[in-house]
C-alpha cells in the first residue's frame, strides 16, 4: 500500500494517492484513512486494521449515527420518499432500488433516466474525463482539459 512516507498505492487501480486519503480520485474506491486498504462504503470498521469509522453529516460534518433518518445537528434528512412508488430511499440514491425510478441525487426529484440536469433544482451531473481525470459536464462532448472527444452513446449503438 505505501510508495514512499507521503504516497499510498491504490490497492484497486495502482494510482499514487496521499497518505490519509479516504477515497482514490481517480478510480473511487473507498480506502481507511488510517492505513490506505480498500473499503466498501457501508463498512463501519477496516477489515485489514480495525479502524472504526465515524459517520458524518454530509452537509455540516458532524457525527450521526447509522440509525439517524436526519442529522441531529443541522435537519439534514438522509431519507426521502421515491416520487414513482412512495418507498423510501437514501439521500444521494440515483435510482429508487424498488420501482427503478431514476431521482435526482440532491433534491429527490423524479429525472428521465438519460437526463443530466435536474428540472426541479439544477443540479447538474459532472463526469469524469477517463483520460486525465478532470471534471467535466455531463453535457460536455469533450474534455476541456485535454481535449478528448466523447463518443455519442446513441452513435456507438449505431455503429455496433
Known sequence: MTTDDTM?????CGESIEIGSDMCSKCEQALCPECGAAVDDDDEVCPSCGAEFELLCPVCDKPVSDEDTACPHCGCTFV???????????????????????????CGAAMDGDATTCGACGFEY????PECNAEVSASA???????LIFADADETEKDA
Open 141 to 147: 462532448d469533450r474534455c476541456p482539459k485535454c481535449g
Open 80 to 106: 426521502r420518499e421515491c416520487p414513482g412508488c412512495g418507498q423510501e430511499i437514501y439521500i444521494g440514491e440515483e435510482e429508487c432500488p424498488n420501482c427503478g425510478q431514476s431521482v435526482c441525487p440532491h
Open 8 to 12: 499510498w498505492t491504490c490497492p484497486s
Open 126 to 129: 459532472v463526469l469524469i474525463c
